[in-house]
């Protein structure tokens, strides 16, 4: 047992032949921000993945190492998978809301999760919607699809619909990287706000929003963690050559 | 070097647009020649040319349908009051029967006195009713024609009777053809509806790759067998299997059409409706997931709904292909032209009939352009599934 919200040890993930992640260690505390960053392909979006399975679903992956969450071994073989992923919420890259009413999206998870009661969903919906930051925006309009949103509503949306089932973690894959600024800006609001409630894994490719935004920042190069201490410390003073050049612009 | 080009670009586009007029033209002639054919039923009477029905001039009867025409020279109407004339006794003659009541001495060479024997007997007998080529009508005739109404298009698609060769008179009611095709079709659509979607959804969802490589051709080849090899099929292994199983005296019945109409329908709609689900984006069903919804509510909650207006259309196509399939139909269903009650009764189908019996109809005759007529309804049918197709598949969310 452990008390870190994420733990994962000794992780070695293969996509096929391809080694993505190469022998991880990490830990994340309850309601901090991680950042995860790194070039594209460095095996970070992977990484993010095996916290609620979503790995699973491509196929040829296979791992060895052990991943925990709230101590628990999350590979386990009598595993609620779906259980897990209702505590471990997800946001996307893209905007990637359901062609459904913007009420519905964001009740979907209640009802799949088997929550009947109408009232209590409706009470869910709405502060699901508030902590998103996209209640004076679409409350007369929770009937609409929710297609007719703008990119950023849409995000945020997204968020609002992982939060409505009270997840204990949540994990965001560059949720800002399709965005506009004005909209980057909000989400990066929302998820300082939301830091005093959850605890917040996100992959990132602005070096800025990471160190805006998160407590901890881990920097992946090539499937390996290179670095990995308080964003602070990983910005100003750096101990990896790797880790300085790319924070520095040298490459990436 | 340029003018080359441009003149190659020029003939390029020229043999486009030839090529797509000259497609799109023939398929205008085609129903345009469907329709003339079809149509021209409806301004004749079910009497051959050039046949004319005659009673006696004393008969308060003055016009009759082609129905009654039949059914008082098949004997089932014997009274002349039972078509609104006075308390008489039917007698039947046709122009075999007439030339047969006289020796050859009185019809004389190339029967020149037939005309006028004729006229005596029609007179001579008040009950009689009789019908030979006009050009054995005396110039003046002393008994009178029956004039017989014209096939009106109310009547052809309502009545229930399919006589088409009887004498007289053809009796053309297409209803209980309608009906066999919409039987045999729906049938085939529930069998091979709820089969074909839990196929094409295992395939898209749930078979790995390797499984869906290996069914996916086996699918494919259903539709390329040909469809008298299903009929062959149906005739040898299904038909008698349906006698057997429900103790039927024949197993040619409408079961068996829609078993075979299935079979070969499902290709069709497994593989549109596949091609459908495959449609659904990972990132939705992704997020359906992550919300720690199961596999199964994602397929139904998420994978369906987005693929709903293909999935339609993978059906709707899949009965369009069943109402047009003749071979197969025709050598299961038993083609007996009556309207059906349960599954298990032989019922024909508009393909079927028109398939069967066009090789018997003499050429630009109303039995011929009857056919036409039912060439018609089908095409009717078959293009407001279409038109159902186009419907569906605009509406997107």
């Known amino acids: ?47 993010l993945r095996m916290f609620n399975r979503m790995n699973d679903l491509i196929d040829g992956t296979r791992f060895t190492g052990e991943v925990f969450v709230d101590g628990q071994d999350i590979y386990e073989k009598n595993i609620d998978v779906d259980g897990l992923r209702k505590n471990v919420g997800m946001v996307f890259q893209k905007p990637n809301p359901f062609p459904k009413t913007i009420f ?149 | 070097m340029k003018k080359l080009k441009r003149i190659f670009d020029k003939i390029t586009h020229g043999v486009l647009f030839t090529s797509s007029m000259v497609t799109s033209v023939t398929v205008l002639l085609v129903i345009v020649f469907l329709f003339k054919e079809g149509i021209g039923l409806f301004n004749q009477t079910a009497v051959e040319n050039h046949v004319v029905v005659v009673v006696n001039s004393a008969n308060s009867v003055h016009e009759l349908t082609s129905k009654q025409v039949k059914d008082i020279f098949n004997q089932d109407i014997t009274n002349w009051k039972e078509v609104g004339g006075q308390d008489l006794e039917i007698t039947t003659r046709s122009i075999d029967d007439l030339a047969g009541q006289f020796t050859e001495e009185e019809l004389g060479t190339d029967m020149v006195n037939l005309p006028t024997l004729i006229d005596q007997y029609i007179s001579d007998n008040p009950g009689v009713i009789a019908y030979f080529p006009d050009t054995y009508l005396k110039k003046d005739f002393r008994s009178k024609k029956i004039p017989l109404a014209k ?152 994978t369906i709904p987005y693929a709903k207006s293909g999935i339609i259309a993978a059906v709707i196509l899949g009965i369009g292909r069943a109402v047009g399939e003749t071979m197969a139909v025709l050598m299961v269903t038993g083609n007996a032209s009556v309207i059906p009650h349960t599954f298990l009764e032989p019922v024909r189908t508009i393909p079927a009939t028109i398939a069967a019996e066009l090789g018997e109809a003499p050429f630009g005759g109303t039995h011929f352009k009857a056919l036409f007529a039912l060439g018609i309804i089908l095409f009717i049918i078959t293009f407001i599934f279409n038109m159902l197709v186009e419907t569906v598949k605009t509406k997107k969310v």
């Open chain 1, 1 to 47: 047992m452990s008390d870190h919200k994420v733990e994962v040890k000794n992780l070695d993930l293969y996509y096929n032949d391809f080694h993505a992640l190469k022998n991880i260690n990490f830990t994340a505390e309850a309601k901090t921000v991680s950042a995860f960053i790194g070039p594209s392909g460095c095996g970070k979006s992977s990484l």
């Open chain 1, 104 to 252: 519905e999206n964001v009740a979907y998870g209640l009802r799949v999760n088997g929550v009947k009661d109408k009232h209590f969903i409706e009470k869910k919906v709405t502060e699901a919607i508030k902590q998103a930051a996209l209640w004076d925006e679409v409350k007369d309009k929770l009937k609409k699809s929710a297609m007719e949103l703008s990119g950023g509503q849409q995000q945020r949306l997204c968020i609002a619909r992982a939060l409505a089932v009270e997840p204990a973690l949540i994990l965001m894959d560059e949720p800002a990287s399709a965005l506009d600024p004005i909209s980057t800006g909000k989400i990066e609001d929302l998820i300082f706000e939301l830091k005093n409630q959850y605890s917040i894994i996100i992959v990132t490719h602005n070096l800025q929003q990471a160190g805006r935004i998160s407590d901890f920042t881990a920097f992946f190069y090539m499937g390996e963690l290179v670095e990995w201490n308080k964003t602070k410390t990983i910005f100003t003073n750096p101990t990896d050559i790797r880790t300085q050049n790319y924070i520095t612009g040298r490459f990436g």
């Open chain 2, 151 to 302: 096939i009106s298009v109310k009547e052809f698609i309502s009545g229930v009777e399919w006589y088409p060769t009887s004498q007289p008179a053809a009796v053309y009611g297409a209803w209980p053809l309608i009906l066999g095709t919409l039987w045999v079709s729906l049938g085939a659509i529930l069998l091979a509806l709820p089969i074909g979607l839990i196929t094409a959804l295992y395939m898209a969802e749930v078979a790995g790759q390797r499984l869906r490589n290996m069914l996916k051709p086996v699918v494919e080849l259903l539709s390329g067998i040909p469809s008298v090899v299903y009929g062959f099929f149906g005739l040898v292994v299904l038909v008698p299997l349906i006698q057997r199983l429900f103790k039927l005296d024949v197993g040619e019945t409408a079961l068996a059409g829609s078993i075979i109409l299935a079979i070969m329908s499902l290709p069709t709609i497994i593989t549109i409706a596949e091609d459908a689900i495959r449609t659904t984006p990972r990132a939705l069903k992704e997020a359906s997931l992550a919300l720690g919804a199961s596999h199964w509510q994602t397929m139904t909650r998420v």
